[in-house]
């Protein structure tokens, strides 16, 4: 795959597009071993995945709604195979992490997201990882780019920049891209709340049939992915963050001086890559320009033909990829493992 940036003199980017041999894309999933890991870290007490060598360039793949590891099962043997440590975590409400107090706020809201990936680069004294993430992750991945970009290396974000304008959120888009939608309006209700608590594989099903009606995901890849949604704080997570961002439920006061910055839209400076599935059912496939004035670094935006919204499992080459392409160049420096 050819790199605009690689051949672009004085671009400023840092890595160097790697392409990965087609024998080492056969499936190999993550499965629950005793490379399920746990840190202590900030509000959480994060369960993590740890692949690779640690002495590795470090590589943290965070996961969406409803999703979770397993949306990197094909992307972390690439990563690895190619010489970077990679790390998965479960995000708050998801899984085995758990609140490590019993009082704390159930928030699901963009600055908790941002503050667990930090707090998880603390507790792991992880130095300049990339960050990659669609979804949920992706915001999470966002914010941290934005308001703490000495703390990154990379960036690699699925439908572009997700930090939410909570103010514009009254905003109507077009009809039939609100009907997609459905999940928000549901979960402003308590019906809603009512209806996520007893079927959450159900919900996650019509969700990700919708988002990518081209994936022919198995039963099996739900029903794995549905066991992190048993989570005992996945629905109160959910609920509120979906409320908070059409600004119908306060946000946890911890998180506010976060909220305010988040509201300026801060620009993201870090070398990026973003991408589009170009059969993403909710969220169409863009050039990229509108998001343009928010990145004033290096930034590249990708089209991803036939992918959908869960693109790291529906398209892991790729994702790995757009991560080789902003990552310090493993092994010898010049791009080869």
Known sequence: ?????????????????????????????????????????????????????????????????????????????????????????????????????????????????????????????????????????????????????????????????LIQEIAASQKPGRPDLEAGLWYFWYFATERGRRGLELNRREVADVIWRRNSPEWAFADEDLARAARAFENPDFVDVVIHSYRHRLGLAPGAPRYDDIERLLATTPVISVPTITLDGTADGNFPATDGTQHAHLFTGPREHRLVPGAGHHLPAEAPHAFAEAIFAVAEPPGDGAGTP
Not at 52 to 59: H, L, M
Request: hydrophobic content about 40%.
């Open 1 to 161: 795959m050819s790199d605009p940036w690689r051949s672009a003199p004085g671009s400023g980017v840092r890595g160097a597009t790697s392409s990965v041999p087609e024998e080492k894309a056969q499936k190999r999933m993550i499965t629950p071993t005793p490379l399920l890991r746990r840190v202590d870290a900030g509000e959480l007490s994060v369960a993590y995945y740890d692949l690779g060598d640690p002495a590795d360039e470090a590589v943290v793949l965070l996961h969406g709604f409803p999703y979770d590891v397993h949306s990197y099962s094909e992307v972390a043997p690439l990563l690895i195979d190619a010489g970077f440590r990679v790390l998965v975590p479960y995000l708050r409400g998801h899984g085995p992490t758990r609140f490590l107090d019993a009082r704390s706020s159930r928030t699901g809201q963009q600055a908790a997201l941002g503050a667990d990936v930090i707090a998880f680069l603390d507790a792991l004294q992880l130095e300049q990882p990339v960050l990659a993430g669609y979804d949920w992750g992706g915001r999470a991945a966002c914010v941290v780019a934005a308001l703490h970009p000495g703390r990154i290396s990379g960036l690699v974000s699925v439908n572009g920049y």
